[in-house]
């Protein structure tokens, strides 16, 4: 019979294994079915609240973490609509981002997003129509992802993305 690793020698292990960075992000969309995109003061261009999970965290709750630290909205329901993994690209380590769905937000609720004017600068609404381009382009990772996400939310279903692609 096989016997179990001794503790020390099985927490040696399990600190030998790869670790991956990993992001959530979420999209909320108002009455016209317009997205929710904020702007970082360190990007180019827009992005969706978000960021990276932190030690002993799910993506959900980093999820929730990042929206309420971005826009002061905590969003109670979440539905993943996909997870990309990425490769690693200068000085990027490779990464599973994932994007839920947070809801259609009442107007109520709009008013009362809140921004720091440090981290986010600036958040507005977008059409459909001109999300991608407001997300860096069709060739930003993200842009890619929230593509996939719009359809899943069509659809009924998530997507497993590599690199922006279905897999």
């Given at each position: ?29 108002n ?129 497993y993305?590599?690199n922006?692609?279905?897999?």
């Amino acid at each position: 019979m096989i016997q179990p690793l001794p503790k020390n020698r099985l927490k040696k292990f399990y600190q030998s294994l790869p670790t991956k960075r990993i992001a959530a992000g979420a999209l909320f969309f108002n009455h016209k079915n317009e997205v929710l995109v904020i702007k970082p003061s360190y990007k180019n261009h827009w992005s969706i609240p978000g960021g990276v999970v932190e030690r002993e965290e799910s993506p959900r709750q980093a999820c929730q973490r990042e929206c309420r630290e971005e826009i002061g909205l905590k969003p109670t329901k979440l539905t993943l609509l996909c997870i990309d993994y990425k490769n690693s690209s200068n000085p990027k380590p490779e990464s599973i981002q994932m994007v839920y769905y947070a809801g259609r937000l009442s107007q109520n609720t709009i008013s009362k997003i809140k921004i720091d004017n440090h981290e986010i600068i600036a958040h507005r609404f977008i059409n459909l129509k001109n999300v991608i381009k407001a997300l860096g382009g069709k060739n930003s990772p993200l842009a890619k992802r929230v593509k996939y996400c719009l359809s899943a939310i069509k659809n009924h279903r998530a997507y497993y993305l590599e690199n922006g692609k279905i897999k």
